[in-house]
């Protein structure tokens, strides 16, 4: 891989952008558009020509924003994209179907790696960011991962639209993109609901559940539909639990994510209601026993573009469970 002189000309940026935009990026000058990133600072001299997106979330948001002619690869699916995005990620090629690692990765010569999630970032997956870095790549993390105590998780993602715009040249795209979520987010806000408290059931990886924990979106979705959290307390976003635990928290409602697509074991939701059903202290439950479930894509539970369909969906299952809908 090389990037001849990005590295000088990112210096000379550094010093020479000026204005700061909400969201800890800083407007492109002639030279740069500068934006900080979970903890990096990246600077790039011209818009970006081989990006490659490390999992479906930084995938369809890319998608969204309308950047697919710019994108050298993708990896990590979990689901079928999105319909809308279809026929733009058909023309992109599949680094991988699982997790990218460094190998093909360099391969396809990006000029930036966007992902949802630090964790892709490791030595034996995709390289560490100071190593790419060094390489002259630079490495693109969600805000939504990288929580800073105050932001809600939903401004965090409207950040990354910002700041992807600022990256790709599609200011205008991230911003009406961030309008309409918005939008969607006051509808739902809007209906005054008896507030409940729940418990989002994402995976469950060798019989033990991960469920969400405070920095995640679920914490924030449920917020706005006027419910809470049972796990809020935990400072993660996917912290692993027990059934035990879920069982004292007693949600009054559960939710559970559907990784069908994805093909591991207890990807199902059907499956993960079967092993609740069968959980001796689970299978208590009142919730449960009066099937207060809702079941949702797992793939829209993580940011991204269809983090308000699960905003919506969870809503709408909330209406349903309370008679009104």
Known sequence: MSHPARLGLALVAVLTASCTAPGGAQAPTAQSV???????????????QRAVALDQSSTETLLALGVQDR???????????????????????????????????????????????????????????????ALGVPTFVSAVNCPDGTTPAFE???????????????????????AEQRAIMAEVQAVK???????????????????????????????????????????????EASWEEIARRDPDVIVIGDLSE?????????????????????????ALKDNKVIELNGIEMDPSVRTVDALRAFAAGLDRIAGRG
């Open 193 to 239: 609901r008896e507030p409940v408290k729940v418990v989002w059931v994402y995976s469950v990886f060798k019989g033990v559940p991960y469920v969400a924990g405070r920095d995640g979106m679920p914490s924030q979705i449920s917020r706005i539909a006027g419910a809470a959290n049972v796990f809020d307390d935990l400072p993660q976003e996917w912290p």
């Open 34 to 48: 500068v934006v900080d990133s979970c903890g990096k600072r990246l600077t790039f001299t011209g818009t970006p």
């Open 71 to 133: 994108m050298a690869g993708t990896a990590n699916i979990k689901t079928k994209v999105a319909p809308k995005y279809a026929d733009a990620y058909a023309k992109i090629p599949v680094l991988s179907p699982k997790i990218l690692t460094a190998e093909p990765l360099r391969a396809a010569n990006p000029d930036v790696v966007v992902s949802g999630f630090r964790e892709l970032f490791t030595a034996d997956r995709a390289g560490t960011r100071d190593e790419l870095e």
């Open 156 to 178: 965090r993602l409207f950040r990354d639209y910002e700041n992807l715009g600022m990256i790709f040249g599609a200011t205008e795209r991230a911003n009406q993109l961030a």
């Open 262 to 286: 994805r093909g591991n074991p207890g990807d199902k939701a059907s499956e993960k209601l079967a092993m609740m059903r069968e959980h001796p202290v689970v299978s208590q439950l009142k």
